[in-house]
């Protein structure tokens, strides 16, 4: 399947049936895969970093959605 990564529609669409996302994409799409994941309840496991998580990682800050996930169990 080709899409998108930077279309929160077209990871939905990829995402149906899955249990897990796992990122291995640039760090510009991090956060658009993110929220896909989050939105369709499923487990996300990313391996690409940018400078601003890496620094939120180091001071211990939570990352965007880290609630929203944590709310999902």
Known sequence: MRIDAGKLVDLLKAAKGVDAIINLTLPRFNLSIREAALKSGVHYV????DETTWRQLVEKKPLKFDEEFKKLG
């Open 46 to 49: 990313d391996t690409a970093i």
